[in-house]
């Protein structure tokens, strides 16, 4: 579905499209993905992951405004709550492997046993 | 109200509360000295001026003036931004205290408040909990011990304590219905909520002290075991901001517990905002009490405190709030 | 207008997210992605979203991060070599690329695409008379209250696991 005049091409001013927030919320995520893909630090390849439900975030915010849903935000809420649990775990489990191996690199940590 | 007039009283309004609030903190550490002594049976600062009046100028010149060191290990970019990020959250959160009611000045109504939104409160414990930036940064980046070890106990107590604070003021949400601190005070106009929310009060005064690091609750900073906590190595102008931000806290966290608790700016036959400021360093006269009277909490003490004894009281608290509310 | 703080916001969560993935020193990379949080809590804010961006700031600035910092600075994680230093910098250029023509493409397929389907009755006419943060609090306790009593187990687990798991033994 096209709509004249509603595009990123479209006039510079007025409202911003939803397909702006989009675009920024794939190019987020994408910097996220090639965040975990290139660091070998465990810490910063959290970060990344972060980042990117950040990124879908922001699509569901986008979307609820322009739907007019208010679905949206409260999936949003959900997203906050597990990833706080996430952290609080993942960084347990950083902190853990630490004292068995002095390094969070994930090139380190390559066996199955402790 | 036309945009260029909105703009103006908004500026003015900016300006008047910044100055008020620099200068409030400078005579704080005045006041604070002067009372503490006064419990302590001395006579405090009186070289300078009468009665010392003029001791808070004294400093600033003094400290504008100190050499500026900066530790050779230290990381510089963060030990240069950190109290910044100390400062700027404590002067920010004043926004959406309202000091007064809708005033008439030259044929324009003014709301007494630098801005009004809708989710005033919801924005100070946002504003609240990044002040642990600036202390947690300004301990790593100094490259000592007792720096970190400073940071890192302040920032476990500020969180901690939030957690608790951020429960205590659920009951006044459910007794004001809103979140915008105009309407809290406007919900206050029958009786105050300290009289339906004493549980509360008590929780969140005990809070706003450990948030703000003072004693009792003043571990990150204790001279006798972590030399200064996290600011050791500041010196200068870097240290006043710290100092500055310190204060500047205690009288947004004065301004929160008399807008939420204590009516606000309401009272009879004096001007609002006379009864806002009266209100104000009530509380703040409480904190300074307190300090004098008080030793300090030992670190396990503090964490047992706020998370078995704050934490359970200020759910039970919400508990009976609801069943009230709802049943009425 | 609402391109004037768009396009700043949206440069400044970009720059911020870069920095995250790029630079070397761990607490940098913490405070940058504060920041990335920061310009996406503005973009809520111009989505109308006051409830959902000032969460986003108390949660992710507020409390993770600040979580995060702690672990960096109690573990004292080195600095690592640049990403860009590596072995095997052809393959990883190769799949930059790759992943920026990918960005690229979907940018140009939903350019101009707008959301079908039906709109929903939350427009933002009503959302400002009754309020944000009243209208999630009123479906969170109703429409959706069962998703919301688990995450708070959830958050329940996450407590004992983080504890046992931190514990020394």
Redesign the interface.
Known sequence: ???AG?????A?????????????S???F??????V?????A??I???I??ML?AV??TF???????????G??I???V??????????G??????L??NKES??VDDINLLKG | MPEPAFFVVMLVKIAVVFGLMLLSVAYLTWLERKVISDFQVRLGPMRVGPHGLLQPIADGIKLMFKEDIIPQAADRTIYVLAPTLALIPAFISFAVIPFGDRVRLFGQSIDMVISDVNIGLLYLFGVASLGVYGIVLGGWASNNKYALLGGLRSAAQMISYELSMGLSVVGVLMLSESLSLVRIVGAQSQTWFILLQPIGFLIFLICAIAETNRAPFDLPEAETELVAGFHVEYSSMKFAMYFMAEYANMITVAALATTLFLGGWRGPFLPPVVWFLAKLYLVIFLFIWIRATLPRFRYDQLMRFGWKVLLPLALANIVITAAFVALR | M??LL?VPL?ML??AT??L??LLRN?IY??LA?VG??FA?SG??L????E??AV??VI??AG??MV??LF??M??D?GH?PP?WLRQDRPR?LL??GL??L??LE??VA????????I??????DY?NAVG?TQ??GR??FTE?LI?FEI?SI??L???V??MV??R?Q
Request: charge should be positive; hydrophobic fraction near 65%; charged fraction near 10%.
């Open positions: 579905m096209r709509g509603c595009g990123v091409r479209g510079m001013t007025g409202t911003v499209p939803l397909s702006a927030y989009l675009i920024l794939a190019a987020l994408a910097i996220g993905v090639i965040g893909v290139i660091r070998r630090n810490l910063i959290f970060m990344a972060e980042l950040n975030n922001l915010v986008a979307f609820s405004k322009f739907l007019g849903s208010m679905d935000q409260i949003v809420f959900f906050m709550a597990v990833a706080a649990a996430e952290v609080a775990l960084l347990a489990i950083i902190i853990a630490y004292r969070v690199n | 609402e391109w768009f949206a969560a970009l997210a870069a995250v993935i761990p990379c913490a992605l990335t949080f996406l973009l809520y111009l989505l109308q979203a409830f959902v969460v986003q949660i992710y409390a993770i979580l995060f672990v960096i109690l573990l994680v690592e990403p990883l799949g930059l992943v920026v990918l960005v979907l940018a939903i350019g101009s695409w707008i959301a079908p389907g709109r929903g009755p939350y427009t933002s959302v944000n209208l999630i479906l969170l959706f998703p995450t959830i958050l687990i996450a407590i696991g983080a798991l931190a020394r």
